[in-house]
């Protein structure tokens, strides 16, 4: 039982991370290789804010979440500026990933907080279950939703497809790239926060470029466009390589190869394009309770 | 002083290393308007195959590398054969594109990780003396390292400039479509471009890992060459090698004088500022597209 | 060639010029236009047409030159600006978006001024689902108006180009312009479809009154809509003047004979 809430509570964290993910890359267009660098700065912050200040737990959360959201204004603005042409946001998360692990693994003390560099930010409170991280999966699935319904969601879809015909319908380019990036950075920084009351301790070990790959490989495979497939995918991802342990060596590998193999021959992935709605859900219905009124 | 004159010159060469990537990345990145994440893998995958080379099949340095060079330059090309030439011919999106790459990077860094083991090896070539120029002693291997790099890098200018071939790669760079209009044909433009980044990243591997160490993930370093490039100006090739040099002494300066550990740091700090400030690098023009 | 912005003009544009490196693509441009009008821009290949148009819209800084709207300098204000200020455009290699449906096309268009705020997207108030409801009607009349109406659901990218072309113009309305650019909207077409074309543009122009300015190259489309037409060649404006003034004016059949891509030459009507 405790192996499964496990799976469960990883999962969920996951595809918490995940689901930001899918907003910025795959309703957006915006690659990312960094977003566990967000992870980090939001379960660092949160940890610090519960166990050095007191700070309620969902309070820190969304101040960690919060955080994470605004240092990615750090990269954003930079990146996105108009009339910028180049990969300059996809290689600065890399290169901001890679310097928050950095720091983090060199800053033994922060004042007197004792962040314990690589050695990892210990004996943090346990607050993480399994209700907190399914509450938690089930507001971020349902604000995620929200947004990429509504017309700033559309607005990150034209930019995807076409940002220069987006742009002359009167789509402000360095606006929608940066509420996205936000969304996504605070997505992850709340996932990171939750890591770190499950484990109870946080290490710049968790934070690495493999997690990042992690989150965009879920996206990858899940779809472009879709919450419901990288949804589907973050969880799975969690749960195969817990039980075919064998497997998880050669992970990455096969990652790699599915990355190539999925843009060659089915770049929208398991569900790209398919969005949750009460249509899909009503078909899904009819086609089921149809089949039953035939057979009865 | 003669602390600063070596800074220095270990500055310069690793800058020399640096333009190297970065003269690779920019090529790819003018062409075909994606950064080629597996640039990484390429330069681990040259560091090991001369590596391998030496250590288990005793072969002499310079045989090691040129088996190297031949080995990158078909791990390259089939790369782009079979990971990005369907996806060009579609015309797909550039994210598409870095996702393939990213694919290729990730299987072939955690294949030789799986081979090889994560440890820091020591690239197996005896110590050489250094040399001492007007009094400084300099790093044999960096100085090695420096002519080579150079070298390379002319031996580039040359093609690039002087020969039919180089003029079809300049004029794919500048528009790939009317390039191919005009008789230049794109697949084997493809050839040639891939065939220069193995080279360019075996060499650049061999004499990092000659420098620092050899180990899988040893080509996060392209990052910096990247970083490089895009402070020089993205698209131009002298402004990647600038932006190399600029960020190679920069880098080793902070190191030597601030702290070796924040080096990385420093770097990435350096591509905001800049991008902040020169928003189309040092020598950038700022790209129009074409409506 | 007025050079004194009027009050009454919507589109005032003086002495544009734009270098690209060493090549003047347009040469001290001037044009303007009155609210309702229709006008053409014609001339040949690389006569820097769609440059205005980029200028215009910014998609390109000029050299020099003034562009204003409604007597207001537009210079410098960023391609998004310019679509809330009222300009909108379809463009000479179609860009729509691709994999989004006909009415998600055109919807886009819809939004180019945001009408609830982010805050009210995450919790989605009754004024917010009124906006959408709205969106909704509103996407579905447009395609009605280039008879699009029943490929609603279809992806952009797999209607044919004729269709393609109309959804464009579909998706540039939507935007509420006042000043509305047309880029070749009838390229790749056959008579019918030219034909049928201008019916369209004529209908619009006749119920929407948008200031429209064309460029185009099938003659008997511009001769046929177009009450004013503004001639450019090798980046300098060659003549203005009426369809049956351009047609006979010597300079423009000149530089058109030297023309050998497009075999509609300007005939007499």
């Avoid at chain 2, 400039?161 to 493809?190: C, E, F, P, Q």
């Avoid at chain 3, 009027?6 to 090549?23: P, Q």
């Avoid at chain 3, 919790?123 to 009605?144: D, F, N």
Wanted: charged share 15%; net charge positive; hydrophobic share 50%.
């Amino acid at each position: 039982m405790g192996y499964l809430t496990a799976i469960l509570i990883l999962g969920g964290i996951n595809i918490i991370a995940t689901l930001g993910v899918a907003i910025l890359t795959g309703y957006t267009g915006l690659f990312t290789i960094g977003h566990a660098g967000f992870m980090a700065l939001g379960g660092y912050m949160s940890a610090i804010l519960v166990k050095e200040l007191h700070v309620p737990f969902p309070i820190a959360l969304l101040i960690g979440g919060t955080f994470a959201g605004l240092c990615s204004f750090i990269i954003g603005y930079p990146a996105f500026r108009s009339r910028l042409r180049g990969d300059y946001f996809a290689i600065a998360t890399l290169g901001f990933s890679e310097a928050i692990r950095l720091i983090l693994n060199n800053t033994k003390t922060l004042g007197p907080i004792n962040l314990g560099g690589a050695f990892g930010y210990m004996n943090i409170p346990s607050h993480t279950n399994v209700w907190v991280v399914l509450f938690t999966l089930f507001l971020a699935l349902l604000f995620a939703h929200m947004f990429v319904t509504s017309h700033y969601g559309k607005n990150c879809i034209a930019v995807a497809q076409d940002e220069v015909a987006a742009q002359m319908m009167g789509v402000n380019l360095l606006k929608t790239k940066l509420i996205a990036l936000f969304i996504s950075a605070f997505y992850a920084g709340v996932a990171g926060g939750l890591l770190g009351f499950y484990f109870a301790y946080l290490s710049p070990s968790f934070f690495t470029i493999t997690k990042s790959s992690d989150l965009l490989a879920a996206v990858v495979f899940g779809g472009i466009q879709s919450l419901i497939g990288p949804f589907v995918t973050a969880f799975v991802l969690v749960a195969v390589p817990e039980v075919l342990r064998a497997l998880a060596e050669w992970r990455l590998i096969i990652y790699g190869f599915l990355f190539v193999i999925v843009m060659i021959f089915r770049p929208q992935g398991l569900l790209g394009y398919v969005e949750m709605n009460l249509n899909f859900a009503r078909l899904l219905w009819q086609k089921w309770f149809g089949r039953k009124l035939a057979e009865g | 002083m003669e602390l600063f004159l070596q800074q220095l010159v270990s500055g310069v060469s690793i800058g020399a290393i640096y333009s190297l990537l970065a003269v690779g990345y920019a090529l790819v990145y003018s062409v075909y308007n994606f950064t080629n994440w597996a640039f990484d893998a390429f330069m681990a995958f040259g560091a090991f195959a001369a590596f391998t080379a030496i250590l288990w099949l005793f072969l002499p340095f310079w045989l090691a590398m040129l088996i190297s060079i031949v080995l990158t330059i078909v791990l390259s090309v089939g790369v782009e054969k079979l990971a990005y030439s369907t996806l060009r011919r579609r015309k797909a999106p550039r994210l598409f594109m870095m996702i393939s790459a990213m694919g290729v990077n990730l299987a072939i860094v955690n294949i030789i990780n799986k081979i090889f083991g994560g440890t820091f090896r020591k690239f197996p070539i005896e110590s050489v003396q250094p040399v001492f120029l007007g009094g400084v002693s300099i790093g044999r291997m960096d100085l090695i390292a420096g002519v080579i790099s150079f070298g390379v890098l002319a031996l580039l200018w040359l093609f690039l400039y002087r020969t039919k071939w180089g003029l079809g790669i300049r004029a794919s760079a500048i528009d790939i479509l009317t390039a191919s209009l005009m008789g230049i044909n794109n697949d084997a433009v493809a050839v040639i471009i891939f065939t220069i980044t193995g080279v360019l990243s075996s060499v650049a591997g061999v004499f990092y890992g000659i420098k620092y160490a050899v180990y899988p993930m040893m080509g996060i370093v392209t990052i910096k060459a990247m970083i490089a490039s895009i402070v020089g100006g993205l698209g131009s090739l002298p402004a990647a090698i600038l932006g190399s040099m600029l960020l190679g002494v920069l880098e080793t300066l902070v190191s030597g004088y601030i702290s070796s550990s924040y080096r990385d740091l420093f770097s990435f700090l350096f591509l905001i500022v800049i991008l902040l400030f020169f928003p189309n690098g040092l020598m950038g023009k700022s790209g129009e597209e074409k409506l | 060639m007025n050079t004194n912005p009027r009050n009454d003009e919507l589109l005032t544009i003086i002495d544009l010029t734009v270098d690209f490196g060493g090549v003047r693509a347009v040469n001290n441009v001037s044009l303007s236009l009155r609210p309702g009008e229709l006008v053409g821009l014609i001339g040949p290949n690389g006569a820097g047409k769609t440059t205005v148009f980029n200028l215009i819209t910014n998609a390109i800084r000029p050299t020099a030159g003034q562009i204003l709207l409604d007597g207001k300098s537009i210079l410098g204000k960023s391609p998004d600006q310019i679509c809330r200020l009222g300009i909108s455009r379809t463009f000479q290699n179609i860009r729509l978006f691709p994999q989004m449906t006909a009415y998600e096309n055109v919807e886009l268009g819809l939004h180019s001024s945001p009408r609830y705020s982010l805050a009210e997207a995450f919790v989605r108030l009754p004024h917010a689902s009124r906006v959408e409801k709205e969106t909704h009607k509103r996407a579905l009349e447009l395609l009605e108006i280039v008879n699009l109406r029943e490929y609603a659901r279809e992806r952009a990218s797999s209607l044919p180009y004729g269709l393609q072309r109309r959804l464009e113009i579909a998706r540039a309305m939507a935007t509420s312009p006042k000043l509305l650019l047309l880029d070749e909207p009838a390229a790749g077409m056959n008579e019918d479809e030219c034909k049928a074309l201008v019916r369209l543009i004529r209908e619009i122009h006749t119920t929407m009154h948008y200031t429209t300015l064309m460029i185009e190259h099938h003659m008997a489309v511009v001769m046929d809509l177009c009450e004013r037409i503004y001639v450019l060649n090798l980046g300098s404006l060659l003549a203005v003047g009426s369809p049956k003034e351009i047609q006979n004016n010597p300079q423009v059949i000149k530089a058109y004979l030297g023309e050998r891509k497009n075999a509609r030459t300007v005939t007499p009507s």
